[in-house]
């Protein structure tokens, strides 16, 4: 076994990476299939003999790679073209599969699942689960966009309709790739909070098509990933310790990786504390006959109490709004955490959207539409980056539809701004080593003194809300900071972190 270990020190977690050469080229059984360059139309997702031809979209096509191991199924699509840009709801790219042969079938043999998660406007990733696959292997899939320059759906499909998808073969392989991918290197970058872990990857493969397994059994966790950027959501307070594994599309395996992370818990620094709710706008319309049946009063200023009379049978029925007295001011671009505390009386499906009322619902961060059960639930999702022109919420839009008859909700919401950063004066992010690093103000300009050059320099508050700021070489531009308690996170160019706490004195 090659050893490279060293130790990664985050808000006291400890990461670990190693090699594990001895785990080298371990195939697993698995389906994929990759592509480029398919064709986009108009259109929606047509009749039983299949999707219409006729409305050829010129110089747009999107891009695809499908992965399915055991019972889980990812795909990542790219739709390609001038101004090809996804509409921001989640349903707005989505996989389409039906029967081999092409057909519809209402037998559960056909259906469709949306890709939540995005990068940039044109890429859409997820995972489907074991429940949502087709009944039928091989199936026939479509991949579909509503691209905001056009204003309606495109799919992107082959002249026979779809793409033939086994989710037992490598589809798209080829016979004379036996090379696996390789690494350059590990981790070039890493980020770690309680509930996230980025790291940077760079393994590469002679076919330029890869992807990367990660999995910890003993967690549960298994997850693809098509980029180099690899996103881990960690739970609260636990010990990971994930194998990673390049995979090409022919099946060829790469050498693993293990990161070991050592658990720590989320610090919620709320940004809700002292805000008032006063109950807003309603529409409770079960079978869209509005219904007077419910009550909504606001308890301990912020605690929505709700009662829903009568059951509702679809999306949008249910939708109960409140407002803060006072807004919640964010950055756009900047990442924030969102938890519900919800208790019900009985299972059924919760979603929330927070907003800015002067632009609208459109544009929100949110809490995606999810079943929930009797009792105490904790709902959280956490590093949502705050979307452009985003800049305050003073809305809140409960939608509370699929609700079954004479349930009560008790609801109170927290934005987070950060995590509380450990109140330390000095502690090692990277491997320990003897290099010297110190900071000190003069005037409202931050100086950082090191044997090594500095790499970045990032600011926070004592809450933990990473600070914007200017930086020119080992210097900070401070002058724009209120006096208070800063925390200064300093990268030199070797890799070293440490952290300080620093005065900022009034101007």
């Known amino acids: 076994m090659k050893k490279n270990l060293f130790t990664v020190c985050c808000f006291f977690a400890a990461i670990f990476f190693m090699s594990l050469a001895s785990q080298a080229n371990a195939a697993f059984n698995h389906g994929s299939m990759k592509g480029t360059g398919l064709q986009l139309y108009g259109g929606w997702k047509g009749d039983a003999g299949g999707a219409d031809h006729s409305v050829l979209r010129e110089g747009y096509t999107a891009d695809y790679k499908i992965v399915t191991i055991n019972s889980l199924t990812w795909a990542y699509v790219k739709f390609n073209g001038a101004n090809a840009n996804l509409s921001g709801e989640e349903w707005a790219a989505q996989v389409f599969y039906r029967k081999a042969d092409t057909t519809l079938d209402v037998n559960g043999n056909s259906g469709h699942y949306n890709l939540t998660q995005r990068t940039g406007n044109t890429v859409a990733y997820g995972k489907m689960t074991a429940s949502e696959m087709p009944g039928t292997n091989p199936t026939n899939l479509s991949l579909f966009g509503y691209l905001t320059n056009f204003g309606s759906w495109q799919y992107g499909a082959t002249a026979s309709v779809g793409l033939l998808y086994n989710v037992n073969e490598q589809n798209s392989k080829n016979v004379n790739d036996v090379t696996a991918p390789v690494w350059a290197s590990f981790a070039e970058e890493m980020n770690k909070t309680a509930t996230n872990l980025t790291l940077k990857l760079s393994a590469s493969d002679e076919s330029g098509d890869m992807f990367y397994y990660v999995t910890d059994t003993a967690n549960g966790y298994y997850e693809v990933f098509f980029t ?55 529409y409770y319309a079960p079978g869209w006959t509005p219904s007077s049946n419910y009550t909504f009063v606001i308890e301990d200023d912020t605690v929505a109490s709700i009662h829903l009379g009568d059951a509702t049978s679809d999306n949008w029925q249910a939708q109960l709004r409140a407002f803060t007295t006072s807004p919640v001011l964010l950055t756009p671009g900047e990442t924030y ?68 008859a004479d349930i009560d909700y008790l609801i109170s919401v927290q934005i987070c701004g950060g995590e509380t950063v450990p109140p330390v004066a000095v502690r090692d992010f990277k491997k320990a080593d003897n290099s010297s690093m110190a900071v000190y103000m003069q005037g409202r300009t931050l100086t950082v003194i090191s044997e090594n050059a500095i790499k970045r320099v990032d600011v926070f508050s004592a809450g933990g809300h990473k600070i914007s700021v200017k930086q020119n070489g080992n210097t900070v531009d401070m002058s724009s900071l209120a006096s208070g308690l800063y925390i200064i996170k300093v990268t030199d160019a070797a890799g070293v972190q440490k952290q300080f706490k620093q005065v900022v004195a009034g101007r």
């Open 337 to 404: 955490s969102l938890i519900a505390n919800v208790n019900i009386s009985k299972n059924a499906p919760f979603h929330l959207k927070m907003y800015d009322t002067a632009g609208g619902d459109g544009v929100a961060m949110e809490i995606t539409q999810r079943d929930i059960t009797a009792g105490d639930n904790k709902i959280a999702v956490y590093d949502v980056v705050c979307p452009g022109g985003l800049t305050k919420i003073n809305g809140f839009l409960f939608n509370l539809s699929w609700n079954p």
């Open 228 to 282: 180099d950027t690899v996103s881990i959501t960690l739970a609260e307070g636990t010990d990971y310790e994930f194998i990673i594994t390049p995979v090409d599309f022919s099946g060829n395996t790469g050498d693993s990786e293990k990161v070991i992370v050592s658990g720590e818990m989320f610090v919620c620094n709320n940004l809700m504390a002292g805000k008032t709710l006063v109950v807003g706008e309603i």
